[in-house]
């Protein structure tokens, strides 16, 4: 089954407004999560992570938040910018490296 | 739906050996899978796409007498690392796609030690 789930398939968002990105999860052992960003053709790359004893990171434009409770954790971007525009990947782990990848949420930031 | 497996989870093998790591589509037709080796920082680096019936396309850099990747059926990719050394020691992802352009559904990965 999927452990993670993004069900948003795409987002489209005006450039200089907030983009959120969300992200769901069953398995309540993950306690690591990432978000990575995918150009087309090329591999998926870091972006920022959370451990599971914090609620909120922030780096730069980029925020994630983790409501352990609800399961759910979002990718908040803002200002959003062109170049922002990409699919993102939520992935969660248990400790051991076994991540475990949501299908993606494609991204589309308008000038 | 949309589940992606990975076969073993975790490997040890001795300097020189082959392994062979499967990745299988299990509810559903993948028309292209992709493999994947993540690097220190958390980087997932694309080494190849395979599409069922066609050689593999791999990305510049990769060795693909190395790592040979056999796309059998609709629902298995082999990634075949030959003649394994240690700096092959690394961490090994597929995902595959079932025609939707930007969906891909990953596999667990598997965890590759040589010794």
């Known amino acids: 089954d999927q452990q993670v789930k993004q069900n948003s398939p795409s987002l489209s968002v005006q450039e200089g407004r907030i983009s959120i990105l969300n992200c769901d999860y069953t398995n309540s052992m993950f306690d690591y999560f990432l978000w990575y960003k995918k150009y087309p053709a090329e591999g998926p790359t870091f972006l920022i992570s959370i451990s599971s004893i914090k609620d909120k990171n922030e780096d730069g434009r980029f925020t994630v938040f983790l409501n352990k409770s609800a399961k759910h954790l979002s990718l908040h971007i803002v200002p959003s910018q062109p170049g922002d525009s990409a699919v993102y990947f939520c992935a969660a782990s248990a400790g051991n490296n076994d991540m475990r990848f949501g299908a993606g949420t494609r991204l589309t930031v308008k000038p | 739906g949309a589940v992606v497996s990975q076969h073993p989870s975790w490997v040890i093998c001795k300097s020189g050996t082959s392994v062979k790591i499967e990745c299988r589509s299990l509810d559903f037709q993948a028309t292209t899978m992709f493999w994947y080796r993540q690097f220190p920082k958390q980087s997932l680096m694309l080494m190849a796409t395979?599409?069922?019936?066609?050689?593999?396309?791999?990305e510049q850099g990769v060795e693909k007498d190395k790592f040979l990747i056999n796309h059998a059926s609709l629902t298995l990719s082999t990634l075949t690392v030959t003649s394994a050394h240690p700096e092959d020691s690394s961490f090994y992802i597929c995902?595959?796609?079932?025609?939707?352009?930007?969906?891909?559904?990953f596999g667990p990965g598997t965890r590759l030690l040589v010794l």
């Open positions: 395979s599409n069922e019936g066609s050689k593999a396309t791999y």
């Open positions: 995902s595959a796609s079932r025609g939707l352009p930007e969906t891909q559904y």
